[in-house]
């Protein structure tokens, strides 16, 4: 059995073609029309990842999205947001949302992104055997684990996947457009994806978010990882 993936969408057409087409790329797909019923999927089946649509009755896609965020499990989360929507779209990547996808989209453009988002969360990527170390900061690449201080970091897939990947590169600046495309895989896309998940990390690793001195912004240019320990 494949991969399993939830759909939250109240619009049955886009239900349904975001199914056929998952399940013809092999993953194994339950469906949700509105948060609530997605909410008691997800405890019933823990899916490997939710695509979830932001406009839902009742429950919207952002409470889902902040609900779900709370469960140890750190399901992955790939958006659905209509053109325009951008503050809710930030809002849910501030949430924790992994990913998201612009309606209308190109259901091969959801597979995609989807593939990605679960290649990431596994152990596809090959990751370093050897813990990344800063000071009291560990990062177990393998097992998918972040401490600080022992105490163990609630990450997202995207966050632990940054904070992972500008472990590898101390020192070194990278614009915002390079961490889209080498941490989510993405050649175009909207920066302001990277910004969110910084910050996001930011609040979790660092002292003083508002004065970080890990992960440190470098003008004109994006960010770099400085080691403090």
């Known amino acids: 059995m494949g991969q399993r993936v939830l759909v939250v969408d109240d619009d049955p057409t ?47 896609g952002l409470e889902v999205c902040r609900r779900l965020r709370t469960r140890p499990d750190g399901v992955p989360i790939v958006m659905l947001t209509a053109l325009g929507e951008e503050a809710d779209r930030v809002l849910g990547l501030q949430l924790g949302a992994d990913d998201y996808v612009t309606k209308p989209f190109s259901p091969r453009e959801l597979v995609l992104r989807v593939q990605s988002v679960l290649r990431r969360a596994g152990a596809d990527a090959a990751p370093s055997a050897a813990p990344l170390r800063d000071g009291d900061l560990v990062v177990d690449e393998v097992r998918r684990v972040a401490r600080l201080r022992e105490a163990e970091l609630t990450l997202t897939v995207r966050e632990f996947d940054l904070l992972a990947f500008l472990m590898r590169h101390p020192g070194q600046a990278f614009r915002r457009a390079d961490l889209l495309e080498r941490v989510w895989g993405w050649h175009i896309g909207d920066q302001s994806t990277v910004t969110v998940h910084v910050r996001r990390l930011r609040e979790k690793v660092e002292d003083d978010p508002a004065r970080p001195r890990r992960i440190v912004t470098v003008w004109g240019v994006g960010y770099r990882y400085e080691p403090v320990g």
């Open 14 to 60: 886009v239900s349904d073609v975001v199914c056929r087409y998952l399940r013809r790329a092999g993953y194994d797909v339950s469906m949700a029309a509105d948060g609530a019923a997605a909410l008691a999927v997800v405890a019933r089946e823990m899916p490997d990842l939710v695509v979830l649509d932001l406009m839902l009755p009742g429950i919207d």
